[in-house]
């Protein structure tokens, strides 16, 4: 276990990072966020890893775990969701709502395909569009370092053929 004073430095060191990253992973849902990342900083109180090398991907890859048990168990998924592509897409309610329509369509266009995804595919994907370094998407999303190229650009193309099956002329 940790001393109480490393595990506080820790703790404000990295909560609001967790909380970002699932916040965005349970579609704007702030509660549930605190909530995971409160249990994901217990986890690391109780069963720390092994080595502190990289603590952020551990704490990101314990976080999206219990995200995506937080996700599984939950019917409200799609609404959550969905609320949470629309507030992240920086919409103005002040445009057109022409302008408004059409970009709500694609925000929902991209989720649509993205939920079609492995969950490996989908996290990497957000891994990567998020700023992460190919390190990290591999510890996070569990894949050999020097394989995650590969997996981004399968996943990219995944990603893009589905998009173009499913939005032919329509965005």
Not at 14 to 41: K, P, W
Not at 92 to 100: A, C, I, R, V
Request: proline share 3%; net charge positive; with cysteine.
């Amino acid at each position: 276990m940790l001393k109480d004073l490393e595990f506080q430095n820790l703790y404000k060191q990295y909560f609001s990072q967790v909380c970002r990253h699932l916040n965005y992973l349970l579609g704007g849902d702030c509660q549930a966020a605190e909530e995971i990342a409160q249990e994901t900083f217990v986890k690391l109180y109780t069963s720390p890893p092994l080595t502190r090398d990289n603590l952020s991907a551990w704490l990101i890859r314990v976080a999206t775990n219990l995200a995506y048990n937080h996700l599984k168990s939950s019917r409200q998924r799609a609404a959550r969701e969905n609320r949470a592509v629309l507030a992240g897409s920086g919409i103005q309610p002040h445009g057109l709502p022409e302008e408004t329509y059409i970009r709500n369509q694609q925000v929902l266009a991209v989720k649509e395909v993205l939920d079609l995804l492995s969950d490996r595919d989908r996290i990497c994907l957000l891994l990567k569009f998020s700023g992460f370094s190919y390190a990290e998407i591999a510890e996070i999303a569990g894949v050999q370092p020097n394989s995650v190229g590969t997996v981004l650009a399968r996943a990219q193309a995944r990603f893009k053929k589905e998009f173009l099956l499913r939005n032919r002329g329509d965005i």
